[in-house]
């Protein structure tokens, strides 16, 4: 036996040995998972949270990398990446939805949803699969779960009791059309930036006021800069988790199942601190010197309340409306 034909013996032995070897597998798929928030927050946490699980419920086959801080675009952007391929998975607030469809935004209207037992119940309710479905149809893309994001409220460097102690007000809102209209009914002057512009923005004066849920002023520290927060609770809010169509198509039905499993794990467990958080944040940020100053709602939802009444500027049908409403029942 020649030289040559030993060497291709033994190439061909070590090959076959490194096939059945266990250790040797196909490189993970790697899935991208893009958002606008620090990696200090709930969010991030729980994105990691869900990435680990979803690796190990896949036995490694696959991985996602999850970026923080707006690292992979703003807000806009990621929503146009689930089309473009450039992220897989993003969160993102409802009111993002509408440029695919305007429905699904109901739940981002001033005082629409009442408080978060009203959250739960409509994220758990028929009407609530529906709208996620329109939504998916028509961007091709799919919600796979609901994050809670807490109650919305004004900061400012003065007390806001009143509606009128908000007109003129130069307020921050973020870039989608549905936080125009709060700000709007109470005579305020409403100014979209993008979510990492907004410290910067109150610090020199570019805005006077902007307007949150307690946990994001805490990490995102707009309490050092403005004295006030104002407990409007004018929206409560969601960040929905979306996957791309694109990304779908090219797994399994079993992968599918279990990368929903994940995701609902971790939406749960971002869920629970937000809430947590926000029970105990008031007394907190007076503990900071930060004046917290309890609001009379009712002269704010009065306010908005014409809005409602005409129907040809909603995005919903009156009928919505009524189910929407009567999830708090249940």
């Not at 020199?204 to 104002?230: C, M, R, W, Y």
């Amino acid at each position: 036996m020649n030289k040559s034909t030993i060497l291709k013996k033994v190439i061909a032995g070590s090959l076959m040995a490194l096939a059945m070897s266990p250790v040797a597998t196909l490189a993970a798929e790697t899935l991208k998972w893009g958002h606008v928030y620090e990696a200090s927050t709930p969010y991030h946490e729980a994105a990691k949270y869900s990435a680990k699980k979803f690796e190990e419920y896949t036995d490694g086959r696959y991985k996602i990398n999850v970026f923080p801080a707006s690292s992979l675009g703003k807000e806009n952007a990621l929503n146009e990446g689930l089309a473009l391929g450039t992220v897989d998975i993003i969160y993102t607030g409802v009111s993002f939805l509408k440029n695919s469809y305007a429905p699904i935004t109901i739940s981002n209207h001033p005082f629409v949803l009442k408080d978060f037992n009203h959250w739960k119940s409509y994220v758990k309710s028929d009407l609530f699969k529906e709208l996620a479905s329109g939504y998916g149809k028509v961007s091709g893309n799919e919600i796979m779960s609901m994050v809670y994001y807490g109650q919305r409220q004004v900061t400012s460097n003065f007390p806001i009791l009143k509606p009128s102690d908000m007109k003129d007000l130069k307020i921050r809102v973020p870039n989608a059309p549905v936080f125009l209209l709060f700000p709007k009914a109470v005579g305020a002057n409403p100014t979209p930036l993008a979510f990492s512009e907004v410290y910067l923005a109150l610090q020199q004066g570019v805005v006077d006021a902007q307007e949150n849920p307690l946990p994001t002023i805490k990490f995102k520290k707009f309490h050092e800069v403005q004295s006030n927060i104002n407990l409007t609770g004018h929206i409560t809010d969601s960040l929905t988790m979306i996957v791309s169509g694109n990304t779908l198509r090219k797994m399994s039905a079993t992968d599918k199942t279990l990368l929903s499993k994940a995701l609902n794990e971790g939406a749960s467990m971002a869920t629970a601190e937000i809430r947590k958080q926000e029970k105990n944040l008031v007394e907190w940020f007076r503990g900071e010197g930060v004046t917290v100053n309890v609001v009379d709602r009712k002269p704010f939802i009065k306010a908005v309340a014409p809005y409602y009444r005409k129907a040809k500027d909603l995005p919903f049908t009156y009928k919505t409306y009524i189910r929407f409403m009567k999830t708090a029942k249940k």
